[in-house]
């Protein structure tokens, strides 16, 4: 076995980032990953889909018109 393996023995681990060109400085490497990982868990958060239970936008309705049948139309979803 070699010691590329993982603790599960059946697949290999690959660097998370790997530099092609140039010899960046550990502090450049740093502020990288620094605005990698912020970019990702923005990107992470939008993904997760919305509850219509917390939508806010739910709780907006038009104004009451007074007339014929109005009270029926109030409870009436949008």
């Known amino acids: 076995m070699s010691d590329d393996t993982t ?3 059946s ?3 690959r660097p998370a980032l790997r530099i092609v060109h140039g010899e960046p400085t550990p502090e ?4 990288l990953v620094t605005v990698l990982a912020a970019r990702g868990g923005a990107v992470a958060a939008e993904a997760r ?3 219509t239970w917390n939508d806010r936008g739910r709780a907006v309705q038009p104004p009451l018109i007074p007339g014929p049948g109005a009270w ?3 409870a009436l979803p949008h």
Not at 28 to 31: F, M
């Open 72 to 74: 029926k139309a109030s």
């Open 11 to 13: 697949e290999q681990q």
């Open 49 to 51: 889909p919305r509850s």
């Open 28 to 31: 450049e490497i740093a502020a």
């Open 7 to 9: 603790a599960a023995g």
